[in-house]
C-alpha cells in the first residue's frame, strides 16, 4: 500500500513537472514568435516605400533687350522624403543675360515670398538680390549689396508660366546575405503650360501633351485658373503607371540599383516659339550614370513642334557641314581625333536645338559623336548665320 502510494506520488510529480516544462517551452516559443515578428516588422519597415508628390509653379518673362527671367517656387526635389511639400517659401530664381555668360542665380536660403503681396525677395551667393512679384511679372528691381552699384529696374515686355506636378518614389530592398540593400528611386515631373487666356488654350494644350507624351491625359481636366483639376490620387497614378515597368524589373532582380530622374522647364521663348528642355538622368550602377538633355521647339500660335529635319533645308549641304565642322573644332581647343565619327559625316540631324535670343543652339547627346568625359557638344549659329539653311515656311523665327 505504501509502495503504491509511492508510485502515485512520483506519478503526480512528474506529470507537474512535466506540465511546468511544457509550460515554460510555450512562453519561450510565444517570446520566440514575438521577437521574430518584431524583427519582421523592424525589417518591413526598413523596406517600406515612400512617395511625395507636389506642384510646383514657374513664371518666365524676358525684356526687349533679349534678357531672360525665370522664378521656380519650390521646384526642387526634396532632400528626404520626411521633407513636407510642397512649402512655397522654397524658391529658385534665375537672370539669364542675353550672351548667356552672366548668370545670376538666386537660390532658397536667403528668399522671402510675401504670399500676401505677391512678392519675392532673393538674395544671390555674390549679395545682388531681387525683388518682383511673382503672379504677373512684369518688372523687377536687381541690386547689388556693393557700394559701387545701385538697383537696376527691369522692366520685361512678355512672360509665360506653368505649373509643375512633381513627384518622387523610392524604395529598399531587403538586406541580403552579406548585409548590403539596393535602393529604386524614381523621380518624375509634368509640365503644364499655363495661357493668360482661353484663347490659346488649344495651342498650348497640344505643346503640352507634347512634352508630356509618356502620360495619357485623356481624364484630365483644366479648373478655372487653367491647371489640372486636383484629385488626390489621379495625378500620382498617372506617375505610378509609367514606372510600373521599372520598377517590376528592379523587384525582380534587386540586386542594383535604380536611379531616374526627370524634370522640364522652358529654355526661352519670344512672340513665336517657345523652347523646353526635358533633363534626363539614369543610373544601374556602375562607375557613373548617363543623363540627356533633349530640347524641343514649338510654335506658340499652333501648337506645331519644329522638327530638326523639317527646319533646315538639306543636313547634308556641303557648306552647312564646313560651318558645322569649323565650330566643332572651335570648342576648347579640340581636335578632329576627339570626335568618334569623321568630321565630314557630322550633321544637325542627330542634335536637338533650341531657340535663343543669341541665335540657335544646335545639341548633340553624350555619345553621339563624342565620348562621355566630353560631354554634350553644343554650336550655335547666329540668326543671319542660319538663314540660307532654313526651310522659307520657317523664316519668321529669325525675325
Not at 209 to 235: C, M, Q
Amino acid at each position: 500500500m505504501i509502495r503504491k502510494s509511492i508510485l502515485i506520488l512520483s506519478f503526480i510529480i512528474l506529470i507537474i513537472s512535466c506540465s511546468n516544462n511544457n509550460t515554460q517551452t510555450n512562453t519561450n516559443l510565444t517570446q520566440n514568435q514575438t521577437n521574430e515578428i518584431e524583427k519582421n516588422e523592424n525589417k518591413s519597415e526598413s523596406a517600406i516605400s515612400k512617395s511625395i508628390e507636389w506642384i510646383s509653379h514657374h513664371y518666365y518673362a524676358k525684356n526687349d533687350e533679349g534678357d531672360f527671367f525665370s522664378v521656380y517656387l519650390n521646384d526642387r526635389w526634396p532632400e528626404n522624403n520626411d521633407e513636407l511639400m510642397p512649402n512655397y517659401e522654397k524658391i529658385k530664381a534665375a537672370f539669364n543675360y542675353k550672351n548667356l555668360n552672366d548668370i545670376n542665380q538666386f537660390y532658397n536660403k536667403k528668399s522671402i515670398i510675401d504670399i500676401t503681396n505677391n512678392k519675392i525677395y532673393a538674395e544671390a551667393q555674390n549679395g545682388q538680390s531681387i525683388e518682383c512679384t511673382y503672379s504677373n511679372i512684369t518688372s523687377f528691381k536687381m541690386k547689388s549689396k556693393s557700394l559701387n552699384s545701385s538697383s537696376k529696374e527691369i522692366n520685361t515686355t512678355s512672360s509665360l508660366k506653368a505649373a509643375v506636378y512633381n513627384y518622387v518614389y523610392t524604395n529598399v530592398s531587403e538586406t541580403n546575405e552579406y548585409g548590403s540593400a539596393s535602393t529604386f528611386s524614381y523621380k518624375d515631373s509634368i509640365f503644364l503650360l499655363i495661357p493668360d487666356d482661353t484663347n490659346k488654350l488649344e495651342a498650348y494644350d497640344k505643346i503640352s501633351f507634347d512634352i508630356n507624351k509618356d502620360f495619357n491625359f485623356n481624364n484630365l481636366k483644366r479648373n478655372e485658373n487653367l491647371e489640372f483639376e486636383y484629385k488626390k490620387g489621379r495625378i500620382s497614378q498617372l506617375f505610378e503607371n509609367a514606372m510600373s515597368v521599372l520598377y517590376n524589373e528592379w523587384v525582380t532582380n534587386s540586386v542594383y540599383s535604380y536611379e531616374s530622374s526627370k524634370s522640364i522647364n522652358i529654355t526661352y521663348f519670344n512672340d513665336k516659339t517657345i523652347s523646353a528642355r526635358t533633363t534626363s538622368t539614369l543610373y544601374l550602377g556602375g562607375a557613373h550614370g548617363v543623363y540627356n538633355n533633349y530640347n524641343s521647339v514649338y510654335a506658340l500660335e499652333t501648337g506645331e513642334k519644329i522638327e530638326i529635319t523639317n527646319f533646315i533645308k538639306n543636313v547634308n549641304d556641303t557648306e552647312l557641314k564646313n560651318i558645322i565642322a569649323d565650330k566643332l573644332l572651335s570648342i576648347d581647343n579640340r581636335t578632329e581625333e576627339d570626335y568618334l565619327v569623321p568630321l565630314d559625316e557630322i550633321t544637325l540631324a542627330d542634335t536637338s536645338f533650341y531657340i535663343y535670343a543669341d541665335g540657335i543652339h544646335f545639341v548633340w547627346a553624350i555619345y553621339s559623336i563624342t565620348a562621355y568625359v566630353l560631354g554634350e557638344t553644343e554650336i550655335v549659329f547666329d540668326f543671319d548665320e542660319i538663314k540660307p539653311f532654313i526651310k522659307d515656311e520657317y523664316l519668321y523665327i529669325l525675325k
